[in-house]
C-alpha cells in the first residue's frame, strides 16, 4: 500500500543519509558539561548537547549526531525540543544511545532507608524538599499509594459527600490523616479518583467540584455500571502492605513497605520529580520537525493535576472532566473534556521518529498532536509525520501513546495546520500496563488522519487494546440521533463535514489477554465514522471476564472491514 512504502521510505532515505555525518557530540554521565563534547571529552547533560547542537543548526550542511552512553540521566526538568533545535536544510538531528541502558529519568533516586516501624515492616527515607508525586517506582514496578479496600455499600452519597451507614466503616470517621486521603472507585469502563476534604458529623465530605463531577453522567463512582474496586487510598495509617508507600511532602519523607524478604537499600526506588521527560513542542507558525531519538529507555514521571480540587473524573482512555468547575449538565461538559498529559509531548512538530528503547516505570505514555491542555508548551495538536516504533512499554500508568485530541479543533480544526496526520505506530509492544489509570489503553487514537497502527503486540492489559475514534459518532456530519435526545447539541454545533479520522490503517496486530478489569470494551474497540479506513489481518483473544465476549470492533463501528480474524 502506498502508505506502508512512503514509511519505509522515509526510513531508508534517513539511513542512506545518515551515513555521511560530520557533527557528532557525546554525552555521558562521567562526563562534564565544561567538556568539548567529543568521544573523548563528554557533555555530562543532555541539555548541555541541546545548546551546543543549537549553535550548529543554522549552517547544518549533514545529520548531527547526539551520541549519549549506557547510564542514568536524572533530569532538572524535561528537555524541551522546540523549532531551534529542529534539523535544518533536509538534514536531521539523531540523539543515538550508544547501549541499551540509556535511561533518561524523570525522578530521582531514593537511598538511605531506615526503619520507621519495624512491627509494620515500614520503612522510611528523606526524600528531596519540595517534592510532589503520586507515585513511586521500586525496582521498576509502580509502588501502590497505602490503602484501603472498602465496599461501597458501608457509604451512602449525598450531595457534599459519603454518609458512614455500616459500622465496618466507622473508623474512616477517626482515621488520622483522612484528610489526605481519596476515594478511588474503579468501574466498567472509567476509574475516578475523588480527594477527601474533611470529616464531619458522620460524613467524608469530599473536595469540590471533584465530586460533583464524579457523580453526573455514566458510569458513576455513586452509581457504576459495574463494581470492580472502591478504595480508600493515600493515608498513612492505612500503610499496612508490601509494595504500598506514603508521601508526606510536608517533611519531605517518604515511607516504604519492602515486598518479603527485600531491604529497600538492596532496591531501585525511584521518586519522580517530573511530569515529562521529553517536549517536542513548537507553535503553529514555528513547528519542530526533523529529530529522531534512537534506543532510549525513558522511566519515572508522574501526574499531580487530581490531588487538586478536579481530582480525576473520569470518562474513558484519558479523557476526563479537567476545568475547575461544577457541572449539573453532564452534556454540557462533553465538549470541554481534558486529556491526561503524555511523559512524552509532541505537538505543533512534524518529521519526528522515536525508535528503539523502552517506557518502562513511568505515568503518562506518548501525548502526540492532544489538546492545548495536555501540552505542558500551552499549544496543542499539529502533529504530522511521526513514527513510534520498536518500543517496549511495561509499567506504564495510563495510555501509552495518545494520538490527537478530544475537543473542537481536534476533530473540526479551526486553522488547517492543527491537522494531525502521518502518524505511524509500528512493531511496539505493551504488557502489563495502565497500571495507575486502569481504564487507559495502550494506543488510542482520537482523530487522526492516515493513522498507522500496524504489527504491535499487546498483551495483560485491563481495558480494550487499541481504541480509535472519538465521539461516539457525536461529531460526525449530521450530528447523531442519540446525542440530540441527550441535550448535547444545546453545548456544541451539529457538524455538517466529516472529522479528521480518516484514512487509517490497523492492520498485523495481536491482542491478547485484554479486559482483566474493565467491562464494556474490545480488543479493538471503535467510535464513530472513519472513512476509507481497514482493520484487517488482526489477532485478538482473551478469555478474561469480559474479554470473552468483547466487542470487536464495537457495536458502534462504522469502519470498512475487510476482514476479521478473531478467536
Ligand atoms: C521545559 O518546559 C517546562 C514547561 O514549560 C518548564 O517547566 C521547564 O523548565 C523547561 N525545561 C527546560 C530545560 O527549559
Ligand atoms: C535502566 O532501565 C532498565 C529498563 O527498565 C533497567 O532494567 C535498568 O536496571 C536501568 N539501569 C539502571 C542503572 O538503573
Ligand atoms: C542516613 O540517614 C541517617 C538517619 O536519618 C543519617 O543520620 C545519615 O547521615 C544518613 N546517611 C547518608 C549517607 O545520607
Ligand atoms: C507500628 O505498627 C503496628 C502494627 O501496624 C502498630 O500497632 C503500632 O501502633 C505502630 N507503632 C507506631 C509507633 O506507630
Ligand atoms: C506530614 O507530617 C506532619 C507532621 O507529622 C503532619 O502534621 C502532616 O499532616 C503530614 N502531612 C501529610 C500530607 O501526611
Ligand atoms: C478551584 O477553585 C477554587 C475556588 O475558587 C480554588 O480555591 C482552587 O484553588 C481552584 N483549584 C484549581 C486546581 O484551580
Ligand atoms: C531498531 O532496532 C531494529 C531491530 O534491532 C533495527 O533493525 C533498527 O535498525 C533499529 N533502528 C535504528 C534507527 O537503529
Ligand atoms: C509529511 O511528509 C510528506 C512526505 O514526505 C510531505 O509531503 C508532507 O509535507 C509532510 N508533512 C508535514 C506537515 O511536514
Redesign the pocket.
Known amino acids: 500500500m502506498f502508505h506502508i512504502t512512503y514509511f519505509n521510505l522515509l526510513h531508508a532515505l534517513c539511513f542512506s543519509a545518515c551515513l555521511a555525518h560530520s557533527f557528532e557530540y557525546y554525552v555521558s554521565t562521567i562526563g562534564s558539561d565544561g567538556n568539548t563534547g567529543t568521544a573523548a571529552a563528554p557533555f555530562r547533560t543532555l541539555s548541555r548537547a541541546q545548546n551546543e547542537v543549537r549553535g550548529k543548526l543554522p549552517s547544518q550542511t549533514s545529520n548531527i549526531y547526539v551520541y549519549v552512553e549506557d547510564g542514568v540521566y536524572e533530569l532538572d526538568s524535561p528537555l524541551n525540543l522546540t523549532a531551534r533545535d529542529s534539523g535544518q536544510n533536509g538534514f536531521k538531528v539523531i540523539w543515538q544511545a550508544k547501549g541499551t541502558l540509556v535511561n533518561v529519568s524523570g525522578g530521582n533516586q531514593i537511598t538511605n532507608w531506615t526503619m520507621y516501624n519495624k512491627t509494620a515492616g515500614i520503612y522510611q527515607a528523606t526524600v528531596p524538599k519540595n517534592s510532589i508525586s503520586r507515585h513511586l517506582y521500586a525496582n521498576q514496578v509502580h509502588a501502590q499509594r497505602a490503602r484501603a479496600t472498602l465496599t461501597r455499600s458501608w457509604l451512602s452519597a449525598t450531595t457534599s459527600g459519603y454518609l458512614v451507614v455500616n459500622s465496618a466503616a466507622n473508623y474512616l470517621l477517626s482515621l488520622p490523616g483522612i484528610e489526605h486521603g481519596e476515594i478511588r472507585g474503579i468501574n466498567s469502563f472509567t476509574d475516578r479518583y475523588i480527594p477527601v476534604d474533611s470529616v464531619s458529623d458522620g460524613v467524608i465530605l469530599m473536595k469540590q467540584?471533584a465530586y460533583q463531577n464524579n457523580i453526573i453522567g455514566y458510569d458513576t463512582i455513586t452509581v457504576p455500571a459495574a463494581d470492580e474496586g472502591f478504595y480508600i487510598e493515600n493515608v498513612l495509617a492505612l500503610l499496612d502492605e508490601p509494595n504500598e508507600f506514603y508521601l508526606n511532602s510536608s517533611t519531605n519523607t517518604v515511607y516504604y513497605i519492602p515486598p518479603v524478604g527485600l531491604d529497600p537499600n538492596d532496591m531501585y526506588i525511584v521518586l519522580p520529580k517530573n511530569e515529562q521527560v521529553l517536549v517536542f513542542s513548537g507553535t503553529l507558525d514555528e513547528p519542530v520537525h526533523d529529530i529522531m531519538f534512537v534506543g532510549f529507555n525513558f522511566m519515572h514521571t508522574t501526574w499531580n493535576?487530581p490531588s487538586?480540587?478536579?481530582g480525576y473524573a473520569d470518562q474513558q482512555t484519558g479523557a476526563f472532566i479537567g476545568l475547575?468547575?461544577s457541572y449539573t449538565i453532564f452534556e454540557s461538559s462533553r465538549p470541554f473534556w481534558w486529556q491526561v498529559p503524555g511523559s512524552i509531548q509532541m505537538s505543533a512538530a512534524h518529521d519526528i521518529v522515536i525508535q528503539n528503547g523502552s517506557m518502562v516505570a513511568i505515568m503518562g505514555g506518548f501525548g502526540i498532536g492532544n489538546d492545548p491542555n495536555a501540552h505542558t508548551s500551552g499549544v496543542g495538536l499539529g502533529a504530522n509525520n511521526i513514527t513510534i516504533s520498536g518500543i517496549y512499554f511495561t509499567q506504564t500508568g495510563h495510555n501509552c501513546i495518545t494520538v490527537g485530541g478530544v475537543q473542537a479543533d481536534a476533530h473540526h480544526p479551526s486553522d488547517s495546520r492543527m491537522l494531525n496526520s502521518n502518524i505511524m505506530i509500528s512493531e511496539n509492544i505493551f504488557s502489563n500496563t495502565q497500571i495507575t489509570y486502569t481504564s487507559g489503553v495502550p494506543i488510542f487514537v482520537s482523530y487522526a488522519t492516515n493513522a498507522q497502527i500496524i504489527h504491535n503486540d499487546i498483551s495483560v492489559v485491563p481495558y480494550s487494546g487499541i481504541c480509535y475514534g472519538f465521539g461516539w459518532g457525536s461529531n460526525d456530519a449530521g450530528g447523531s440521533e442519540e446525542y440530540l435526545l441527550r441535550g448535547l447539541y444545546n453545548y456544541q454545533p451539529i457538524y455538517t463535514t466529516p472529522t479528521t479520522l480518516t484514512d487509517g490503517l490497523i492492520s498485523n496486530n495481536l491482542i491478547h489477554d485484554y479486559g482483566l478489569r474493565h467491562t464494556d470494551l474490545g480488543g479493538i474497540y471503535t467510535l464513530s465514522k472513519s472513512p476509507n479506513t481497514f482493520i484487517t489481518e488482526n489477532y485478538a483473544y482473551s478469555d478474561n471476564g469480559y474479554g470473552t465476549n468483547c466487542k470487536y470492533p464495537s457495536r458502534r463501528h462504522y469502519i470498512r472491514v475487510l476482514k476479521l480474524i478473531f478467536n
Open positions: 467540584p493535576y487538586g480540587d478536579v475547575n468547575e
